[in-house]
């Protein structure tokens, strides 16, 4: 079976389409599947569309743009996004992410980085530029009601794991329980902690230090 990362490419500007697959197209583990230029041509091909990940430009002055990524979220869960953008408004970021984003990458990156990017995300890991990681953490510290010590020990131990970027099903054959416990044991975490996902979670991991 093929290992080949399959992409789509959503972005207005032919010139950055264009300039990502002249970056992209040599390197034998990413497939350009799709190109798309708007958000709204995203969910009229929505059933069109078949990869693995998808690499999405985000327009400050459209806010209609994180509704039509909520909605490919709810229908598309499966494959993962990356945003690729200038946007740095900090109150945008925590709402493009809470949607459940797993990448942000700069438009300013290499070629090293942005295939970086790419592959971590499809591995399930998350890939956010600096500025990203400190949105998150400034609204971490300022809604953070409750600590690591008010986990029980399995919440812990299951905390420590989403850190480590395990998904459910690995979590649940590590900890010898079912994927439905994990599930509800991070959905605990969540609301003890008062993030919002899992990438939330594992950065106050790595802020604070595993209980």
Known sequence: MSNTI?????DSCPIVRYGLRVILDPDP???????ISSHAEIISNIDEINSDVLIVDLNLEDPSEIEYLREF??????????????????NLIIKIL?????????????????????????????????????ALMDKIKRN?????SQLSKRENTVLNLIAKA??????????????????????????????????????????????
């Open 73 to 90: 979220r709810e229908r598309k869960p499966e494959i993962k996004i990356i945003i690729f953008t200038t946007c740095q408004d900090k």
């Open 29 to 35: 583990d990413i497939d350009i599947v799709g190109s």
């Open 144 to 148: 953070h009601s409750c600590s690591e």
């Open 98 to 134: 809470d949607l459940g984003i797993h990448g942000f990458r700069s438009k300013e990156a290499d070629a090293f980085e942005i295939k970086e990017t790419i592959r971590a995300v499809h591995e399930g890991r998350s890939s956010m530029e600096h500025y990203v990681t400190n």
């Open 166 to 211: 395990m998904t459910n099903d690995e979590i649940a054959d590590a900890l010898y329980i079912s994927t439905r416990t994990v599930k509800f044991h991070a959905s605990s975490i969540f609301a003890k902690l008062d993030v919002k996902n899992r990438t939330e979670a594992a950065l106050l991991v790595t802020r604070y230090g595993a209980a």
């Open 6 to 10: 399959r992409l789509t490419v959503c």
